[in-house]
């Protein structure tokens, strides 16, 4: 049995293109663009648009409490400078 062998993914086709992230095959209409190759044609991210929005809410999830983290922090230190 060999663990790290990959479950065999649906080859990319003109159409479709198999996520990296769900590893589902779906319609290119479901990826967004990637810039192009130097052959001109589009490129389209490993992503498919469903799996980039949850990550991109995530991030923005991570960053937000990243912020909060630092303005609860500027805060305690600005209440701190005014005790003195
Ligand atoms: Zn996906």
Not at 2 to 23: A, I, M
Not at 40 to 59: L, M, S, V
């Amino acid at each position: 049995m060999d663990l790290f062998k990959q479950p065999e993914l649906p080859p990319d086709t003109e159409t479709h293109r198999t996520c990296g992230e769900c590893r589902i095959s779906k319609p290119l209409t479901e990826f967004y663009h990637d810039g192009k190759n130097s052959d001109g044609t589009a490129k389209y991210r490993r992503d498919c648009k469903e799996c980039y929005n949850i990550k991109r809410k995530q991030n923005a999830l991570i960053k937000k409490r990243k912020k909060q983290d630092e303005d609860r922090k500027l805060q305690a230190r600005a209440r701190g400078r005014r005790k003195r």
